[in-house]
Nanobody
Framework: VQLQASGGGLVQAGDSLTLSCVNSGRTFSSYAMGWFRQAPGKEREFVAH????????YIADSVKGRFTISKDNAKNTIYLQMDNLKPEDTAVYYC????????????WGQGTQVTVSS
């Protein structure tokens, strides 16, 4: 599995960003993919997850209403649309395959930095 995340950057509070993650090694056994984030000095936390077959999505309460996850099966790509960004969203965002319990499985992508200034 090779995961390539992109789209991070430096933005101001209230701005939007869209992250992308290409899973070039996706196989028939890939159930879902998700986004996690890790802020400095904090543990990595779940952000969102989408199931390849059904499109069912799960969003963490901390970002619900502001973040949307989507997918493009043909491109083996997932997206994270982040609106109304807040300084507390500042973190490195990682994509990873996930299981039915939204737990990460397999290899992590390299991460993309999102910095939100106040």
């Amino acid at each position: 599995v090779q995961l390539q995340a992109s789209g991070g950057g430096l933005v101001q509070a209230g701005d939007s960003l869209t992250l992308s993650c290409v899973n070039s090694g996706r196989t028939f056994s890939s159930y879902a993919m998700g986004w996690f984030r890790q802020a400095p000095g904090k543990e990595r936390e779940f952000v969102a997850h989408v199931i390849w077959s059904s499109g069912t999505t799960y969003i963490a309460d901390s970002v619900k209403g502001r973040f949307t996850i989507s997918k493009d099966n043909a491109k083996n790509t997932i997206y994270l649309q982040m609106d109304n960004l807040k300084p507390e969203d500042t973190a490195v965002y990682y994509c990873v395959e996930t299981d039915n319990l939204k737990r990460p499985r397999g290899f992590w992508g390299q991460g993309t930095q999102v910095t939100v200034s106040s």
